[in-house]
């Protein structure tokens, strides 16, 4: 029997494809972010690095190459959709994406110099504190550059909802959530760059937009263009 949701989109398989690509997207940075924080913010400090470097270095590759490869590619999937509708605002996504995506891949690079310095750490003679003072210069440097690659893309994320709103490809409680998930991200990671440890709790509702849209688009697609 044929169900509904083939005919409810000419762009079905784009549809899944974005949503399968977004939720390894989300679940490659985080599940690396998680392992590196564990790791360079251990009390051992460097010495944990380098007891446990071949763990570090592949949260590095979830987040400096699985995500990169799936965040540039579920937008420009998405760009292809949403370009019909209005192709500067397209433009000015897909460039917003790929623009946080490459900042967010330079902060993890700050993030994989803590390797040789964990080597060079545990073959000094002495007290390295300056070896420490290296460290928390570039955990400083992974730090700016996801808070400036998230407020990066949460432009990009108003850009999205506006051509989901005026494509009404989805419902539209999900380009009037979205607008407000990124909005409140914003301020989150403006907030973390200011010294406020605001982050974490303002990440909440983009979040959970960001993963009830995939998996609405894996289940039902999009509506079909009026």
């Excluded at 470097?53 to 949260?59: A, K, M, R, S």
């Excluded at 990066?152 to 994320?157: C, D, F, P």
């Excluded at 989150?188 to 509702?205: K, Q, R, V």
Aim: hydrophobic share 50%.
């Amino acid at each position: 029997m044929t169900t509904t949701n083939s005919h409810q989109s000419p762009h079905r398989r784009a549809a899944i494809v974005y949503g399968v690509l977004f939720l390894l997207s989300f679940l490659s940075y985080g599940t690396g972010s998680s392992l590196v924080a564990e790791l360079a913010d251990s009390p051992q400090g460097l010495e944990a690095v380098a007891d446990s470097t071949p763990l570090f270095v592949f949260g590095i590759v979830l987040m400096a190459v699985v995500h990169t490869f799936t965040n540039i590619g579920l937008a420009v999937v998405m760009f292809t959709i949403l370009k019909p509708f209005n192709q500067i605002v397209a433009f000015g996504y897909v460039s917003a994406a790929v623009t946080a995506t490459i900042i967010a891949t330079v902060g993890a690079l700050f993030m994989l110099l803590l390797v040789p310095l964990s080597e060079a750490f545990l073959v000094s003679s002495s007290e390295p504190i300056y070896l420490d003072s290296l460290a928390s210069l570039l955990k400083k440097g992974g730090f700016y550059g996801y808070q400036l690659s998230m407020t990066i893309w949460g432009i990009g994320g108003i850009l999205f909802c506006y051509l989901l709103s005026i494509s009404k490809l989805v419902p539209r409680v999900f380009p009037v959530w979205g607008i407000i998930g990124y909005l409140v991200f914003m301020v989150g990671t403006l907030g973390e760059m200011f010294g406020y440890s605001i982050g974490l709790a303002l990440s909440a509702p983009g979040g959970l937009f960001e993963v009830s849209l995939s998996l609405w688009l894996i289940i039902r697609g999009f509506n079909r263009p009026k």
